[in-house]
């Protein structure tokens, strides 16, 4: 099924051609001020099955795993697009408030779950890892 996304003012759009390859929750300290305090929750794609079009503003930085990330946003509203880690050029994570339908995406892992607040409950039949995980395998 193929999946699209759109920012809140419509300037930057996304056709996505495959499934995601993991969808997850990331508490890491990054992701909370992304997601003004909570946990993003993203879909991670095959970047060669992403089409993007319109302007995407970023902001890149090493993260406490060493890997440089690269945050990418609508610059006309701030809406956040999508994450890419240094470490992994393969995927592309969006975030699934930025897709237009992510219904059928729930999380099955949440990760950093060492830096989640004290009041977070994490589902507990979710895969949890304290850091970074492993890269998940495309899926062929």
Wanted: with cysteine; aromatic share 8%; proline share 9%.
């Amino acid at each position: 099924m193929p999946y699209t996304g759109s920012c809140a003012c419509g300037a930057v759009t996304a056709t996505i051609g495959g499934e995601p390859v993991a969808v997850r929750q990331c508490w890491c300290r990054q992701c909370q001020r992304l997601a003004a305090g909570s946990a993003t929750t993203n879909a991670m794609f095959a970047t060669a099955d992403l089409v993007v079009r319109g302007e995407l503003a970023s902001t890149s930085y090493v993260a406490e795993s060493g890997n440089t990330l690269t945050q990418s946003f609508c610059g006309a509203c701030g809406t956040p697009v999508m994450g890419q880690s240094s470490a992994r050029p393969q995927f592309r994570t969006l975030r699934l408030g930025f897709l237009d339908d992510a219904q059928g995406l729930a999380p099955t892992v949440a990760i950093w779950t060492d830096e989640a607040p004290a009041w977070a409950r994490i589902d507990p039949a979710l895969e949890t890892f304290p850091r970074q995980p492993p890269a998940p395998a495309p899926k062929a």
